[in-house]
């Protein structure tokens, strides 16, 4: 049996839905799907409430295969869920909360930062879903030893500010003058601070404006020290829960206080999984075992 991952086509969203299927070792298919208009997504939370599964509101392609559970991520994605699983006889996972719809997916995996209510078909994570695999972006030579930046961007909640990048550089390079440094931006990050990049001397950078590659899980494999800015959980929860490094946070000016970035964060730091970076770092390695966490999940039994 196999499960049928719904797409759509965000990369943080279907990479949480592979990583699903790839900690419980399922053979999965890939549709694509997605509302027919903005009403009709709209139009979803009411059938949904009411009980009403509509395949005419969204666009999908033909279904033939025989499948266990129907997985996705993405408020896209929640509405159709249901509705194939319905067609298909078969199981729904949803895998962060599905705000807007009625929780009644079979399954629900869904992350503390979200506050999810405490019902027996809510599996509480404290980090995102992901699955850490190196494709040999970067490869570490023998002896030699290395710290990794990875650095995001602004957002709605932060502002990722060149003052602000150039003094924590400063005192990354300070703390780790034996260390190869090594740097990977995102699609977020500001030219000006790429620009002062160039000023330190890395190993090797990754800019992903020039050069967009992904070499998260080669540093992560490799480094003693990994520091990432505060604005993407999904970074975060891959250094929390692969390789071996220390991780520190470089926490970016928040908008607001309360928010899932903040409230993930604190809870990692309680777990000793990370540490905020304040000039000074810590030796925070605690890894935590999304395999592990998934134990008890048998969406094909």
């Not at 990875?150 to 909640?157: A, C, E, V």
């Not at 190869?180 to 990049?197: H, K």
């Not at 800015?229 to 970016?252: H, K, P, Q």
């Not at 604190?266 to 925070?284: K, M, P, Q, S, Y």
Request: charged share 25%; aromatic share 10%.
């Amino acid at each position: 049996m196999k499960v049928l991952i719904l797409s759509d086509n965000k990369p943080g969203h279907f990479n949480q839905s592979l990583a699903f299927a790839g900690h419980l070792h399922l053979d999965y298919e890939v549709a694509e799907v997605a509302f027919r208009s903005r009403l009709s997504k709209a139009l979803s939370y009411l059938c949904d409430r009411l009980g009403w599964y509509v395949p005419a509101l969204f666009v999908a392609p033909l279904l033939l295969g025989d499948y266990c559970a129907v997985v996705s991520a993405g408020s896209e994605t929640y509405y159709a869920n249901k509705t194939l699983a319905r067609c298909l006889g078969c199981k729904s996972v949803a895998i962060m909360l599905p705000r807007g719809y009625r929780y009644d997916f079979s399954l629900i995996v869904a992350q503390e930062h979200d506050r999810p209510p405490l019902r027996a078909n809510i599996l509480t994570l404290p980090i995102n879903l992901c699955r850490v695999v190196p494709g040999g972006v970067f490869r570490g030579e023998p002896g030699r030893r290395y710290v990794s930046l990875i650095i995001g961007g602004n957002s709605k909640q932060f502002s990722l500010e060149a003052p602000f990048m150039r003094a924590r550089l400063e005192e990354i390079f300070r703390l780790f003058p034996e260390h190869d440094i090594l740097v990977t931006t995102s699609r977020r990050t500001p030219p000006e601070v790429e620009r002062i990049l160039k000023e330190f001397p890395f190993t090797r950078s990754f800019i992903y404006s020039q050069d967009p590659v992904n070499p998260i899980p080669d540093f992560l494999a490799i480094s003693d020290y990994v520091f990432i800015t505060s604005d993407s959980t999904s970074m975060i929860s891959e250094a929390v829960s692969f390789g071996a490094a220390a991780v520190e946070i470089l926490a970016l000016p928040a908008k607001n206080r309360d928010n899932k970035f903040s409230r993930m964060v604190a809870r990692l730091a309680e777990l000793g999984t990370l540490h905020l970076f304040d000039g000074e770092v810590a030796a925070c390695r605690r890894k935590i075992d999304v395999a592990e966490r998934l134990k008890d999940v048998h969406p094909c039994a």
